[in-house]
């Protein structure tokens, strides 16, 4: 699984998050980094729900 | 089957379908488009010099074959019989069910004279009103009005101030957003509204309509001190009120919303999410809520789709707990609101005057219940977490300072 994030449409509502910490970070100059692009296995439902509960639909996952 | 085509329908329908469940899907939608987002209608699809309709459409559904979903789009619930098991649609059709997820959303209130009210005067909630309200704007009216200084009035206000357009706000609140924030902050809104030009008018209600000539278009408001404000656009955006109608008689409770159990079930077989839905939420000692916003749609859709099926396998359904958030963006402010407000609140970070900051939200006894923040994201997010983990008021300044 790979995590992709449209730049464009992020607003860093940063609800990414608070679902998977392990994976997203909005740091205090208000954008979002990857911490983690290939998520493992363990992370998969979380990345999914990341991406179901971004109000931007702005992340995408590769399978 | 599911009853509501929009976020918490179609995130309950994708739920049910991936957790396994592999038998008939229908969903019943009341207008004639594909499932697609809500929040950018107030906003982008306002201010942007072209529009993409298809960047609306929910990804869930993106491709309306992917779920294996039986469509029935422009078609709304009229009724249902709990003792047999079957939803009536407005044409008469009769589809029946194991399992039933209600998610008929909310519609907009209306002024008690606004069904007799002249051209001109729009509401708000659904694309088909979005392309009117886009073509008003585009027009070029001299002077909008917007009744109602909600979430949705605030942020047709700000997007039709960016497109240059002469505004004023008007909302018979001491404060706008009064019913979700504390007054300091409405007023926090206001000054920004202010700031940015608005002609903002609180404390006083909106009465009725001036037509241009007898029976033309409007042309002005009529407000209930006397006084009227000039406006060739209208948009009248006071709240919403959940769509229940089609439920009087069927043996559900309804109360404000179609009331529903801890774990957001609402009869055997029968869940409920999204706007319409209202339930006991034990991370706030059970006090009941409705919940209007973008995230509880997506988290309540996926709880209750799973509730369903726990529920049509014999199984016990977990709480439904969340800790509300939502965000509003008006002009280049992000407003964002974690948890509930409550009268103790604390800046721990920042100002309204700087317009990025953080205010806390307290309980009696010294527990964080909520946060406010302006362009503080990360913050928010954080007091979201804070919340639910029941953390003290000290903690938090400590953690979100």
Known sequence: M??????????????????????FEVRDDDFLYILNENPGPELHEKVREAVERCPKQAISLEE | MV???????????????????????????????????????????LTDEVVDEDRLRLRATADPEALGIEWRLGRSAASVDLGRSILVLDDGEELSWDGLVIATGAGPRRLPNQADAPAGVLELRTLDDARRLRAGLEAGPERVAVCGAGFIGAEVAASARERGLEVTLIDAAPAPLDRVLDTAAGMAVADLHRSHGVDVRLGVGVTGFERRGGDGPVRAVTLGDGSTVA??????????????????GSGLTIDDGVVADETTLA????VVAGDVARWPNPRFEGRTMRVEQWDNAVEMGTHAGRRLLAELAGEAGLPFQPVPWFWSDQYDRKIQLAGVVTERHEMVQGSMAEGRFVQIYGDDEGRLRGALCWNRPRQAIQARLLVAEGESIDAARERLG
């Open chain 1, 2 to 23: 790979k995590v992709v994030v449209d730049f464009d449409l992020c607003e860093s509502n940063a609800v990414c998050m608070s679902i998977a910490p392990e994976v």
């Open chain 2, 3 to 45: 009853a509501g085509a929009s976020l918490a329908g179609t995130q309950a329908a994708q739920v049910i379908r991936r957790d396994g469940y592999d038998g008939r899907l229908v969903l019943v939608g009341d207008e004639r488009h594909y499932p697609y987002d809500r929040p950018p209608l107030s906003k982008s699809y």
């Open chain 2, 267 to 270: 009869a055997p077989g029968v």
């Open chain 2, 231 to 248: 406006a060739d656009l209208v948009v009248v955006g006071i709240g919403v009120a959940p769509n229940t109608g089609w439920l009087d």
